[in-house]
């Protein structure tokens, strides 16, 4: 099982093209509300989130994705239930993916250092001990960073191609019209 971490001011783009793509490739993703059962994006969309912050447990779990958007990233960084399955994740080499300006929480943390990362242009001085490459998405390891909102598919297939195999990532992706 894989949580994808909703908190108001989420960046839905985000959230929404990275948890299609992990579901098209039949990744279990349930989506966690950290402010709520209903999470506001940062532009007014309201969505149902699958469980709360209280439902989640370490049983079956595989990974962690934190999408951006402001304030989203702050709300889910002073989550202590978000930073502990996020640390969790990243000391059991699970999957720990965060995009745009979410990589600061991973940063934060002291998860990047060594790593080379990506995120939002004017948050790479919160990548704490990172390489910044500016790439849309970066794989090291078990942690994967996208930049932004243009670059949610590439994230999620970045993700699907950790999780599965770079061949049903590219399936994802080609049955979806992208190339």
């Given amino acids: 099982m894989y949580y994808l971490f909703l908190a108001d001011g989420f960046e839905e783009t985000e959230a929404l093209a ?9 990744l279990s993703v349930q989506t966690v509300g950290v402010t709520g059962e209903y999470v506001a994006s940062s532009h007014g969309v309201t969505v149902k989130s699958d469980i709360g912050i209280d439902d989640i447990t370490r049983e079956g779990l595989e990974g962690a994705v934190l999408p951006g958007g402001m304030p989203g990233t702050l709300n889910l960084e002073k ?26 929480i991973l940063g934060h943390m002291g998860i990047l250092n060594g790593k080379t990362a ?8 919160e990548l704490t001990g990172a390489k910044y490459t500016a790439a849309h998405t970066e794989t090291d390891g078990c942690v994967i960073t996208g930049k932004g909102a243009g670059c949610a598919v590439e994230f999620g297939r970045a993700i699907v191609a950790f999780a599965v195999s770079q061949e049903a990532a590219d399936k994802v ?5 992208c190339f």
């Fill in 79 to 104: 989550c202590a239930a978000v930073t502990d399955c996020v640390s969790y994740c990243h000391e059991n080499g699970l999957l720990t993916a965060a995009i745009c300006a979410a990589p600061s």
């Fill in 18 to 26: 990275t948890l299609d793509v992990m579901r098209r490739a039949g």
């Fill in 173 to 177: 992706l080609s049955d979806m019209q």
């Fill in 118 to 125: 990506t995120c939002f242009p004017g948050f790479e001085k």
